[in-house]
Every structure is written in C-alpha cells, then in structure tokens.
C-alpha cells in the first residue's frame, strides 16, 4: 500500500479541518483536497493547496485583452480561443501544489520541466523507506528495435521471471548494504548523504511539486502521451483527472487542442491543401524527409 497508517490518520485529520475562506473554491477541487490517488505499486499523488478556477483564466483575459474580448459569448468559448491562438499567461494564474511519491528515476524525467517549485524530501536528513519500483508483469518489455528510447515486446515466461527476480533481489540488496552502512549497535557508521549512493533508481522518494496551469498543461501534453514512457505517464494519467475536476473548461479546450490535436508545419499544411484540391503528393513532392513524410502520414491516419 502506498499509505501508512499513520499517513492515513494524518490525511483523515487534515481533511476533517473547516476553513471559511473568500477565495474562488472548486467543488471539485474540494473533494481532492489531501486524498491521495495510487499510481504504480507504492506511489501517489494528492493534492495539498490550489488557486484560482475557470473564472480566474477569463478574468486575467479580460484585463490583458480589454475590448478584444467583447465578440467571445461565454467563458467556455474564451477559454478554448486562448488555448487554440496560444495565449498562454492567462493559464498562469492559476497554481496547484501536489505531493507526489515516485520512483528516482521517474523522478528524474520529472524535474527535467522545470518551470516549477520543488522541495524533494531529504536522504541527507531522514533514512529512505525500503519501497522500491518492480514492474507489473505486463508492463515488462524488451527494447524496442526501432526506438532506442522506447519499449517493445512484452516479456513473458521464464525470461519475465528472470528479470522480475534480478531486480527483486538487486533491489533488496542494496537497501541491506544501506542499511549496514548506516550508524548502528554503537559503531559511528556511514553518513546518511553517504549511504544513499548505493541505492537503485527504483527506490521511492517523495516531493511537493507546485506549477502554473500553463507549465503544467505543458508537462501533460507531453507526459500524457501515448509515446510517453509509461511509468511517468500514469502519473500525467492521475493528473488530468484532477484537473478536469479543478478547471474542467480549460482542461477540455487543452484535451481538444492539444491532447487531441495535431500540429503541421508549413509544409504539412501546403500539402494538405493540395491534396483537398485533388492532387497525388508523395514523399518526393512533398519538400519533406523520410521521417517527417512518415509523421505527417501517420498524423492523418485514420484510428482503427
């Protein structure tokens, strides 16, 4: 479980709190507020503080933009023209703070956005729980032959095994030797800043990470992908949940613009455009490479 009792406790105790406030609040929100959702087989995340809503996002509009406003007819139709023409400081004011735990090396793809605030929890200061990442058995894959970053075949059988076992005993292993290393029955020990070099990738760490809904709309787009790694995609997964809950017309105009949207380059439209009006275009007229004739022709495909 990625709860402890007494983590559990001190949630139920947070959110038995009463605050009168006169800020925006999101129902929604409210509901999220300090629960935590499980992702992967120890993590979570939850949300500990927000601000701002759907409304905020228009009335940052409105003043920027003054005038130009008066032709949009609702909020929701503001909302999905700042998404769809790029304006992106609106999305700004509005903030999240999340406490998420997650395994290093997930959280090392993580930090790469870093147009957020973060304070990780401290291996110079406190001792590491041993909670450590081991894959699903279906989530086991081979390497892809034709991404070198990506995944391909699932495992199965005795080679699953094998590699469920190495990383199961690797794992534990490590986490002994930090241990021993560690000041114990009266010998001085290792410092714990030390000590924890040993470790692997997959142990737990945990962080408050607070972000803008711009920067944070940037993180989903790309870690909610489907080419995303799956581990850290999840997590994007969990999010978008709550931030449908949180500004539900700014998150539906960034899942249609963006999430479900596709962007062509200048030569990607004028083909497109030769095509409507009747004519063969191939790799070879169309100014393109290989790879992105390849993307461009995928980006119109058809889902089967």
């Not at 004011?93 to 997650?102: G, S």
């Not at 894959?135 to 995944?151: D, F, H, M, T, V």
């Not at 560690?182 to 990738?201: F, I, K, S, V, Y």
């Amino acid at each position: 479980m990625p709860l402890t009792p007494d983590q559990q406790a001190e949630i139920e105790t947070a959110r038995s709190e009463e605050r009168t406030t006169r800020r925006a609040t999101v129902p929604g929100m409210e509901a999220h507020l300090y629960n935590a959702h499980e992702v992967l087989d120890h993590g979570f995340v939850r949300v500990i503080d927000y601000m701002g809503d759907d409304n905020a996002i228009v009335q940052a509009a409105r003043v920027s933009y003054g005038r130009g406003t008066k032709a949009v007819q609702n909020d929701a139709g503001l909302i999905r023209y700042l998404m769809r023409h790029w304006h992106s400081t609106p999305f700004e004011m509005c903030e999240i703070k999340l406490h998420v735990k997650l395994p290093v090396f997930v959280a090392r793809q993580w930090i790469r956005h870093r147009t957020a605030n973060v304070n990780e929890y401290s291996a110079r200061y406190s001792i590491l729980d041993r909670e450590f990442y081991i894959p699903a058995p279906e989530n086991l894959a081979a390497q892809s032959k034709i991404n070198n970053q990506g995944r391909g075949g699932v495992l199965e059988g005795e080679e699953a095994a094998r590699v469920l076992d190495i990383l199961r005993a690797d794992s534990n292993r490590a986490y002994d030797h930090y241990q021993q290393m560690l000041e114990q029955d009266g010998q001085d020990g290792l410092a714990r800043e030390l000590a924890r070099m040993n470790l692997p990738a997959n142990i737990y760490t945990q962080w408050y990470w607070k972000v803008d809904l711009h920067n944070l709309f940037h993180f989903l787009r790309l870690r909610a992908d489907a080419h995303a790694q799956y581990e850290i995609r999840v997590y994007a997964d969990a999010i978008c949940k709550i931030v449908a809950d949180w500004v539900p017309h700014a998150y539906a105009a960034f899942e249609d613009y963006r999430l479900g949207g596709v962007q062509f380059s200048g030569k990607g439209v004028d083909c497109i455009r030769r095509m409507i009006a009747g004519e063969q275009v191939d790799q070879a007229s169309s100014g393109m490479s290989a790879g992105e004739w390849r993307e461009f022709q995928q980006s119109l495909a058809a889902e089967e």
